[in-house]
């Protein structure tokens, strides 16, 4: 069914926006075109993909449930069913829908969803043979190519990667993970010593001062090298500089945790896990803190507050109970 002018103008602003980061705006501007068009297939599937990206998976999943009622069949559909499938790591339901999606419509988006989910599921060889098969099409498609790097560097095959983010890098001159990629794989055979000295000196550079990715890599090898303190501090820059990005907050929390710094741990962990309650071992480390503190009645109340916010979280939920059952309330 084609979109009327008012629809397809609401839509395009929302894909926009969400580009941008802007999600409630996006969702605001759906929401209008589907009191237009309620049943539109492909404003319902947008709305629940961008319900997925805001982590609100129950609504999403009503929404796709809705369109492949009318249509099983629906691309659009098939596609969020594969991202809420990827968020929830049921990465054998996702690769599923995505290859179900990619017989309908072959492209670069579905090759490295699919790409993507492979390389979740540790598969490391059908990942660069999906990758592979898409290049000889797309010869530099930079997130084909980014994708195929993460997965050499896996493999540990590292010259080819370093090969690989060589060339991105004058594809994508801006990109600074790929930068850092660089400096990362060519430091694996010298010595902690000399990669330090040399990230230090290139943060110091005003042009790289606010590289939030070099400020992250010098704090791993900081770690690595046992200079945890110093490591929490390069995180903490680099949490600064990407505040919408939790694995630095997370990194600078397991710093905490390890120098026996728990209420700045709690603090650093405390706000990555209201962006990431997913992650196991963030949840993990925080209850090993509380329980140290003998402050678990405080943890069940964090766990209670981001579940509030993300209520799609059903293994969140069993934690709370499990907590609610040992505290006998």
Known sequence: MVLSQFCQIKWERAKDLRRQGKLAEAERELLEALDEAPDHSLLKSSLANLYVRKGKL?????LVEEIQAKDPQCLEALVVQGEIAFKE???TEALRSFGHALQKESGPYLTLRMARTLREMERYSEALEILDTSLVAHREEPRLLKE?????????RWDEAVELYEKLRFLVPEDRFVQKEILRLKGLCRSDREVIKELQTAVSIRARKDDAQLHGLLAQKLKDAGQVQEAAVEYRTASQLEPYNPYFMKQQGFCHYSLGEYDNALECLGQA????PSDIYVKGTLKRIYTTLGRLEEFLAMLEEVYQAHPHNVKLLGTIKKLKKLLNV
């Open 273 to 276: 896990f209201q962006k990431d």
């Open 89 to 91: 790591k049921n990465f």
């Open 58 to 62: 129950l609504e999403a999943k009503v």
């Open 148 to 156: 195929k790097a993460l997965i050499l560097n896996r493999m540990r």
